[in-house]
């Protein structure tokens, strides 16, 4: 079955080291997105792509890249992780814009 | 499992009575809009979607009810059982990119 998974699940790390988080996706959707999920904000969108080397920024973009060089996967990294960036990482994926986005299982970051 | 909010707005609601959770929106222009449920540790898994052009719609024990005169959107949950326990998020989209989240509401059963 088609599915849209995440790696690590879980991942400790320190102030200024570089850190990249993996989304795969097994639906050939053309859209995938980067949120994260903090207490009290909902879901926020960090970076989405529509399509292979299309990246465009979020509403909570600074600190953190994307890259697209095939359509299954979007790996989202910060360049120099902050404390700020402890979280909780969502990807998701859809057919076309707008609509229905599948989701991941999450990765739990924390930046000690 | 990650935990979603602790000052999330909470429903309680007794096993098999209906549920009604509410959504304010913010764009008139928004033309789609989704409800996601959140289970602990899980990420949010589709339940419903509607079209602007549409003021009801029903899917299995659920049924989405759009007014756009008060930009609002209500998930409405008939017979609730305890595995609706979860953390449910409304989404609108315009079009133009990515869906908007709101902040959820946590929805507790109690048997």
């Known amino acids: 079955d088609a599915e849209i998974t995440q790696s690590p699940r879980h991942k400790i790390t320190e102030t200024g080291r570089q850190v990249t988080l993996a989304c795969h996706q097994t639906?050939?959707?053309?859209?995938m997105f980067w949120y994260r999920q903090d207490l009290g904000h909902g879901l926020r969108l960090i970076h989405y792509?529509?399509?292979?080397?299309?990246?465009n920024k979020g509403e909570v973009s600074d600190g953190y890249s994307v890259s697209r060089s095939n359509t299954e996967d979007l790996p989202l990294t910060l360049e120099s992780a902050a404390s700020s960036q402890t979280s909780v990482y969502f990807c998701?994926?859809?057919?076309?814009?707008?609509?229905?986005?599948?989701f991941g299982p999450g990765t739990r970051l924390t930046v000690l | 499992g990650e935990s979603v909010g602790l000052h999330l707005p909470t429903l309680s609601v007794q096993e098999g009575d209906n549920s009604i959770i509410n959504c304010a929106y913010s764009?008139?222009?928004?033309?789609?809009f989704i409800w996601y449920k959140q289970e602990s540790g899980k990420g949010p898994q589709f339940i419903i979607d509607i079209r602007s052009n549409m003021d009801k719609r029903q899917g299995q024990r659920v049924t989405v009810l759009l007014n756009k005169t008060v930009k609002h959107l209500s998930l409405q949950i008939a017979a609730t059982q305890p595995g609706d326990s979860a953390v449910y998020f409304c989404a609108e989209n315009t079009g133009r990119r990515a869906l908007t989240f709101g902040s959820g509401t946590r929805l507790q059963v109690q048997p």
């Open positions: 998701a994926s859809s057919a076309t814009r707008g609509n229905e986005q599948f």
């Open positions: 792509s529509y399509g292979v080397q299309d990246t």
């Open positions: 764009n008139s222009a928004s033309d789609y």
């Open positions: 639906w050939n959707h053309n859209n």
